[in-house]
Nanobody, 122 residues
Framework: VQLQASGGGLVRPGGSLRLSCTAS????????MGWFRQPPGKEREFVGV????????ILTDSLKGRFTISRDNAKNTVYLQMNSLKPEDTAVYYC????????????????WGQGTQVTVSS
């Protein structure tokens, strides 16, 4: 599976961005599709996941209410909608696909996109 993330950029605090992650090579319906982020100088952290079986999304608690994850299996694409962005959301955002029964750690995923930079600044 090859993953291509896009949609990052510079946005002011309070703004919104939608990241996309398009897969090629395999249908995403067979995979958990996760989003992670890596702030400057910090480790990669779990943002959320769109589960393979139900397509239901799970977000890390701190981002609930501002971020949502959705998928379009027909387009082989998963989305991360980010609203009310804060400077602390600044990070490189990665999408990943995996088929493990667990999905909160980077090692649960076998395929990664290249990352897209999100910068929240006035």
């Amino acid at each position: 599976v090859q993953l291509q993330a896009s949609g990052g950029g510079l946005v002011r605090p309070g703004g919104s961005l939608r990241l996309s992650c398009t897969a090629s090579g395999r249908a995403i319906r067979a995979y958990h599709m996760g989003w992670f982020r890596q702030p400057p100088g910090k480790e990669r952290e779990f943002v959320g996941v769109s589960r393979r079986s139900s397509g239901a999304s799970i977000l890390t608690d701190s981002l609930k209410g501002r971020f949502t994850i959705s998928r379009d299996n027909a387009k082989n694409t998963v989305y991360l909608q980010m609203n009310s962005l804060k400077p602390e959301d600044t990070a490189v955002y990665y999408c990943a696909s995996g088929s493990s029964v667990v999905f909160r750690a980077p090692e649960d995923y076998g395929y990664w996109g290249q990352g897209t930079q999100v910068t929240v600044s006035s």
